[in-house]
Each structure stands twice: as C-alpha cells, then as structure tokens.
C-alpha cells in the first residue's frame, strides 16, 4: 500500500466557537445551567456534632447549631438546598467519577472542552475527591485510566503532533517525529531520573472498567498534559524543566488567535500511558504550594490546574496516514481545578505569610463568586453588564468556558461538623446561586473530509488477507487497492447444508438471493453508467471552460506585463525621488544644524554684550559716585584752605595793628600793655560778632585777644596721625535731620487712611497724599499727590488726582539743577519743571 509523508509542519489551532454563541446575556442559542453536585465529608469522630443531613438523592437540610454566630441574634431556621445529586458520607470515588466526570471524559472524546472544579473550605475533602489516596484513586487518575483503554488502539506515534507554545499544535512527519523521538530518548539517556519514594496516588490499584462511547475509529489521538497552580493571583507551571530548589518563573495569561484563554509559555508534555500521565502529575504535585494551618494538616495554598488536551485528526485514504487538512484537526480539553479552601482568620490563626495566602485566595474566590452572580443577572434581567474576569487569574484564565466554550461542573465540598457551620452555609448559597448561570451549548462542526467511514478497518482487514494470501501463495505483485468505494451488493448468505431435508427450500432461498444480488449489482452498473456520462458531461464542460480561461488569462497576461512595466518606471522614478528627497533631507538636517549654532553663537554674543553694556553702566554709576565724592571732598578741602589763609591773613593782620598799637603807643608816650597769653578755650578766642542764617548754617568770626598772641605759625601737625574735625554747634541748632514740609491750612492730618469715614464723613473737598523717598542721586525727596474729592450718586466719594508737586533738598555746596525751571537763592528755595521745591540744608562739614 502507498504511504504518505509530510514535508512540511502544519500549525493547528482550536478551533473556536462561533461567536454567535459567546456570552450568555440574552441569547437564543440551546444552555444548559451549570451542574453542581455536593459531596459529604464523614465525621472524623463519632463524637462530633453534624449540623447537615441528607434527605434525599439531591436534597440536603442545614441545621444551625449553637455555636454558630447568629444563633442568639435571630432566630435560624433549618435550610434545604436542592443540588444535581449529592454524595453521602458512604459514597465511594467510582461513584463520584462515574455520575460527575465520566460524562465530560466522553464529551472530550467528541471533541468538546469540559471544567471540573472542586469547592469547599478547609479540610472538606476537595484534594482527595480530585486526586484520591493510594487506596483509592480520585476522579484525575480515573478519567486518565478511561481515556487511555478507550484510545488504546487510536493513539498516533509520539511528536506526530507538537506543541507550539502558543495554543496551537504542529504536525510533524514520520521522519521528522521519529527525529523527536530519537532526541528524547538520547536526552532520557543522560538525564538522571529522579525516582518518587513518597508517590501520593496508586499506579496500579484496581480499578473497574469503565467504557466510554463517541471514540471515532477513523481518527488518531494524542493526549497532552498540563499542570500549573495559581498562587497569589500568581500563574505558575509546575511542570517547567527547572529543579524543585529554583524558584519557578510567573506566566502570562493570554487570548490565541481564536480568543480562547490559555497560559503563554507552559509546559505540555505528550503521555502515552495513565502510569506515565501520573509520574509526570506526581513531579508537579512535589512544587505545589501546601502549608500547615490549624484545620488542616496539609492545606492547599494554591488554586491547582490540571489539564487534559486531546488532539485528533482523521486518517487518510489508506487508513494510516494524518489527514494533512488542519481544519479537520480537533482540539479538546477537560480541566480538573482543585481550588484552595476558604477560610476564616479567626479560626485557622493565620499570621505572616499564610495570612497574605488566605487573603489572597478568599480574594479570588469572591471574584469567582461575583462573575457568577453578574452572569445570573445579564441572563435573568438580559442586561449586558461586563463581568470581572480579569479581576482574578482563575476567573481569567477560564472566561471561554463561562462564555460557551463547554460543559462546566462543580461538587461541593462539606465538611459537615457543627464547628464549620457558618462556612458551610456561605458555601451552600454560592452552590445554590452557581446552578442558576446558564451555559451556552457548544456546536462544534465537524468538517467533513470525503473519505469512507470505516476506512482503518477496511485497511486492517486488508492487510490480515494480504499477508494470509502470501502465506499461501507467495508474494502478490499488485499490492494497490482503492478502500475509497465499498459496496454491499446485500446481506449476508445464510447458513445451509445440501445435504438435510429442507436442501430444496434452501435452494430456492438461495436463488432469490442471488437474483437479488444482481439485481442490485445491475442497479449499481447502472448508476456506475449514468454517473460516468454525468462525469464525462461535466469534464467537456469543464475543458470548455478551461480553454476560455486560458484565453482570457493570456490577455490579462499581456495586461499585467504592461502594468507590471508601468509600475517599474514608478518605482524607478520613486527611488529616484526617494534619493533627492535623502538629500533634501540631508541638507535641510544640516542647515538647520547650522541655524542652530549661529543662534546659539548669537545668544552667547548678544549675552556678552548685554554683560558689557551692565558692567558698564555700573562701571559708570560707580566712576560718576566717585567723581561726585572727590569733588565733594576737595571742595570741602579747598574751602577749609581758603577759610585757613583768611584766618591765617586775619591773624597776621591783627598782629600788624597790635605792634603798630605799641608802636603808637610807645611814640606817643604811652605805658605799652603786657600781652597777655592765648587761652586755649575756644570761648576765650572767639565770640560770635556776626550771625548770619542761611538755611541752617552759623558763621562765627574771632575775636581780638588783648595783646600780642603767643603762636607759633610754622606750627604743623604729622600727617600720619589723620585728620580730626571739633564740630562746634550752635545755642539753638536747626534740627537737621528732617525736611522741611509743606504748610497747609485748615487741615486735618491722618496717619493711616483705615476707615471711610475719613473721607465720606468729612467736610472735605481736596485731598494730599504726601510720600518721601531718596532719588537716584542720593537726595531726598517729598512728593504730594494733590486731588479733588467728589461725592457719588451711592453715597459714598471718589479721589481724582490731578496734581503732583515735588519738593528736593540739596546740598548747600552743590549748585541747584539746572533745567528750565526758575531759582531763587535768598531763600533757598528752587521750582523745577512746574513742581515746587523747598531745600534745607545739612549739617556744617
């Protein structure tokens, strides 16, 4: 028979469901609710109180105890919940798998996606409903162990199918798989496998047979599994190539192509054997995340993900080959979620770390709960409210099957002692809420390849004839046959003996039989003839057809080499175009490169100058003070030479007079007078004989001392010693420090201008504001803002200014501006510019 070989791998996705079926909120499409089924715990001790019974098949009845927290608040009564079926305390596993998860290892059988997840608090058995003990296997092992004796004789060879880490899956050749498998077992070599002395599940307990329906005869499965665990809103695989001392790496939850939900980067390792499928959970269960708490000795501090993926694909032709179409490739899972338990901090004394992993879980299952719950109320209100899935990883991770994507069921676990009451009961409203969420039903279609069914089979009895008739006869030379058609020209021939009594009967049995046969093989040679001149009607048509397509192809031909020319001449012009605009660019690039460091440089040049022109303008300010000082300055020393040679000139004049005195004196006969000594009092030497008031200036002048004053004229004083001045004040000094104000009459004088009465309340009609304040120069002075009060039509005034008046002091050394204003120097009082100015004068250098 031929074979068929792959050359290239084709990726495959799951398909996804039509998109007429996603969401739930007011659609017409078949649902089913999710089925939710409640498994009782039995009593640890006899002794323990039980605050839940079972009625019925599906009935349990809640009694709250004393001890619960409402008990003495209200008055409780006994609660019933109804559930899909519940197990009792005496219930074993097989029946559990059988009612619960038996019917979803089927559906994945058919190609359709399944959720199984297990809720509860603490302690209320969901660990071992899932997985089970050495004695007795869970509801993971079991759905294992059927799946495999169900596909026992369909599975493909290893690495026909791969991974792609995206969701999707490769298909290999046979060369290219046995390559695969030729690096694992190289790699099994030198690998040191680490051996479970501890193992949790039994590999090879009893366990009874259980025959699943839908298997398809005509296709081949791969099983590929899955084990990751969400701990605080964290996803990790703990099925990563890593050792258990390496800290595992968190994962991405992301949408494929086909919108479906899947965790980016894990681990999915292909199982050929329930004993291998269990190793490899048994490696995940090790990097779980269990800790000690007061209610249970090995607690779950993790949401755990066990999934199951199966890939089928129909055979070819000859019944041994993969369809190489990726559309007629299906892709199922069942998820097994065994989520961590509820608890309240009160009582399991959590503290640290387990503290933040109780929150962290509660957490979670309130977002569960609430998807629910907005799920319930878009399908009972038909509103479109958005559900959180995002909210929590576990919710996001299975949004598809919320959303349509498969069958979805939960047991309930209830540990049903007296003490875990109040936890109970939260537990049983959210199982009695969850029945009410209505799930989409999923319809797959499957793609339907042309090929006959029972085509393996066909090939399977084919070759056990081939090599029976080579047994007898040697090797056959034409080992070609077409399985495609098979026709049954009737039933069976019935059993007969020639040889008995009823022979004739027999034979007449007989020949109706064969008269049916070809009457029936006529029958089909005659559709065989008519099907061949429809066939060979359908070829002339088809030739005809051909014939005016090759025709028109030809024009199109000569119509898309010119296009193709034209476009060429565009796409030459293009990069021509491209070129010059490349230096446009350029060149743009760096004149504007230019232009930036010309404007740089002239910033910096215009910062300079502006630099120079402040130094110089300070330079300037500082040069013309210095000026105004050394002028000042030298103008006081030259006025105290000038006053020194008067009193110098005056001296000697005085000396003169008295020796012509005594020298009259003495010709005229006279007793000359004895001169009498200088005082060194300055009161002695000098008396004011005139006064004169300039300002505030009081000249003195000497007087003459009786007889000739002993002094020495060439009398100087060292230089190095400085100078010091005897300020000599008058009796009534003019006080100096002040300025000489403004009179005017009939005034009233305010300080502060607070209150509005000031101007309102007051007879009134002008107002002065009078401010003083040193100018530029360093001199004072005053200025009055001069306006009209005018009263208003609310009863309250307005100020107008329309005057300003100016008054400077000058120095009595210096000479007033000038400018075209007016002076007059016998009163000392100056008008510049309109404005008047009254001076006073400083005190005497």
């Known amino acids: 028979m031929k074979t068929m070989r792959q050359k290239t791998p084709i990726k495959v996705f799951p398909r996804a469901t039509p998109l007429s079926s996603r969401g739930n909120s007011g659609s017409s499409l078949p649902s089913d609710p999710v089925q939710v089924y409640c498994r009782v715990r039995p009593l640890p001790c006899e002794s323990d109180l039980s605050c839940l019974r079972v009625t019925a098949p599906n009935t349990v009845v809640l009694t709250p105890p004393e001890i619960a927290i409402n008990y003495k608040i209200s008055n409780l009564k006994e609660t019933q919940y109804i559930f899909k079926h519940v197990f009792e305390p005496s219930a074993g596993q097989h029946e559990c798998y059988s009612t619960v998860a038996q019917p979803l290892v089927e559906a994945l059988v058919r190609g359709k996606n399944g959720l199984l997840f297990t809720y509860g608090v603490t302690g209320s058995g969901k660990t071992y409903t899932m997985t089970g003990d050495m004695q007795h296997r869970g509801i993971m092992p079991r759905c294992l162990d059927a799946l495999f004796r169900t596909i026992a004789d369909f599975q493909a060879k290893k690495f026909i199918f791969k991974p792609d880490r995206l969701n999707g899956f490769d298909i290999l050749s046979d060369a290219d798989a046995a390559l695969e498998r030729q690096a694992e077992l190289h790699s099994k070599l030198h690998r040191v496998r680490r051996k479970d002395t501890d193992p949790e599940i039994a590999s090879k307990a009893s366990v009874e047979p259980s025959e699943l329906s839908g298997i398809d005869e005509d296709n081949i499965y791969s099983v590929f599994i899955t084990y990751v665990e969400v701990y605080n809103n964290s996803v990790y695989d703990l099925l990563e190539e890593s050792t258990i001392q390496k800290t595992l790496q968190s994962k991405m939850v992301r949408e494929d192509a086909n919108r479906n939900m899947f965790v980016h980067g894990v681990t999915e390792v292909e199982v050929k054997t329930m004993e291998e499928a269990l190793e490899v959970f048994q490696i ?282 034209k476009i060429k001449a565009m796409e030459n012009k293009i990069v021509i175009y491209e070129s010059s605009i490349d230096d446009l660019n350029r060149r743009n690039r760096t004149l504007e490169e230019r232009v930036r460091e010309l404007n740089a440089q002239l910033n910096t040049k215009t910062q300079q100058l502006n630099q120079k022109e402040i130094e110089k303008e300070r330079q300037r300010k500082k040069y013309n003070s210095k000026i105004a000082v050394e002028s000042e300055k030298m103008s006081r020393e030259l006025e105290l030479k000038l006053q020194e040679q008067k009193n110098k000139l005056k001296q000697e004049i005085d000396d003169k ?151 400077k002091q000058y120095s009595p050394t210096r000479s007033p501006p000038g400018g075209g204003g007016r002076k007059r120097t016998s009163s000392n009082q100056h008008w510049q510019n309109g404005a008047s100015v009254v001076a006073s004068a400083p005190p005497m250098s």
């Open 284 to 565: 995940g269960q090790k990097r779980k995340r269990v800790g000690h708490t007061i209610l249970n000795a090995e607690s779950s501090r993790s949401h755990s993900v066990f999934t199951i993926r199966l890939v089928q694909a129909p055979v070819d032709n000859n019944g041994e080959h993969v369809v190489q179409d990726r559309n007629a490739v299906t892709v199922s899972q069942l998820s097994l979620v065994d989520l961590a338990g509820s608890e309240r901090t009160n009582r399991t004394g959590n503290t640290g770390q387990r503290l933040r992993e109780a929150g962290n879980i509660n957490n979670s299952l309130m977002t569960l709960r609430t998807c629910l719950e907005i799920l319930r109320e878009n399908q009972m209100t038909g509103g479109n409210k958005k559900v959180p899935y995002r909210e929590s990883k576990v919710t996001h991770l299975f949004k598809n099957y919320f959303d349509g994507e498969g069958h979805v069921r939960m047991i309930v676990c209830v540990n049903p002692r007296a003490e875990d009451y109040d936890e109970t009961a939260q537990v049983m409203k959210f199982a009695e809420m969850t029945q009410d969420v209505q799930i989409a039903r999923p319809t797959p279609v499957k793609v339907d390849v042309g090929l006959t069914p029972g085509r393996r089979k066909a090939n399977q009895l084919y070759k056990v004839a081939l090599s029976d008739i080579e047994r007898r006869h040697g090797e056959v030379e034409n080992k070609e046959i077409d399985l495609g058609l098979v026709y049954s020209l009737g039933p069976k021939f019935p059993e007969f003996k020639l040889s008995g009594p009823e022979a004739e009967n027999l034979i007449q049995e007989l020949i109706k039989t064969l008269e049916n046969r070809i009457l029936k093989r006529k029958s089909l040679v005659d559709d065989f003839d008519a099907r061949q001149d429809t066939f060979r009607m359908n070829l002339h048509k088809i030739e005809k057809d051909n014939a005016a397509l090759k025709s028109e192809n030809v024009s199109i031909k000569g119509v898309l080499a010119q296009s193709r020319q």
């Open 657 to 807: 007079n008295e020796r012509l005195m005594l020298v009259s004196k003495i010709i005229s006969g006279q007793t000359p007078v004895k001169p009498v000594a200088r005082s060194n009092s300055v009161d002695e030497l000098a008396t004011p004989v005139t006064s004169r008031t300039a300002g505030s200036k009081a000249f003195y002048t000497p007087r003459a001392a009786r007889g000739v004053a002993v002094a020495n004229p060439r009398h100087r004083r060292s230089r190095s010693t400085g100078e010091r001045w005897l300020e000599h004040r008058a009796a009534n000094p003019v006080p100096l420090g002040t300025i000489m104000q403004p009179y005017i009459p009939d005034r009233k004088s305010v300080t502060a201008l607070n209150d509005a009465q000031d101007v309102t309340g007051a007879k009134a009609s002008k107002y002065c504001l009078i401010t003083q304040e040193a100018d530029t120069e360093g001199e004072l002075e005053t200025k009055l803002f001069k306006g009209d009060i005018i009263p208003t039509t609310g009863g309250g005034a307005q100020v107008i200014l329309n005057d300003v008046e100016l008054l």
